[in-house]
């Protein structure tokens, strides 16, 4: 079992930027550092929508196109942390963010992940 937590939402103007970190705990290690990771969120009143993922090495990167650009998604030196950088944010932004992962990259980028976090909210202001 891998245990997910995301931190780092919060409150920004419009064209800010704001960091969000994943760190997985549990049956860590190996397993997670194995998995793709990805950031899907939902406004209010929307569908789930994928953010972003990154393969398990880290040498592959998915974006959504809105985001492509704006944000980054990597992983840490360790494999159990893994962060979104989000630069230019604009008030659609705003957001539950949820960390996912899952060992098929598809599933992260899907929606169907076996693991997510309970999610960090954005708000960005007009």
């Known amino acids: 079992q891998v245990q997910l937590v995301e931190s780092g939402g919060g409150l920004v103007q419009a064209g800010g930027s704001l960091r969000l970190s994943c760190a997985a705990s549990?049956?860590?290690?190996?397993?997670?550092?194995?998995?793709?990771v990805g950031w899907v969120r939902q406004a209010p009143g929307k569908e789930r929508e994928f953010v972003a993922a990154?393969?398990?090495?880290?040498?592959?990167?998915y974006y959504a196109d809105s985001m492509k650009g704006r944000f980054t998604i990597s992983r840490g030196n360790a494999k159990n942390m893994v962060y979104l950088q989000m630069s230019s944010l604009k008030p659609d932004d705003t957001a539950v963010y949820y960390c996912?992962?899952?060992?098929?990259?598809?599933?992260?980028?899907?929606?169907?992940?076996?693991?997510w976090g309970q999610g960090t909210q954005v708000t960005v202001s007009s």
């Open positions: 996912a992962a899952d060992e098929n990259p598809n599933a992260v980028v899907g929606g169907t992940s076996d693991y």
């Open positions: 549990g049956r860590t290690g190996r397993t997670f550092s194995s998995y793709a």
């Open positions: 990154i393969s398990w090495s880290g040498g592959v990167t």
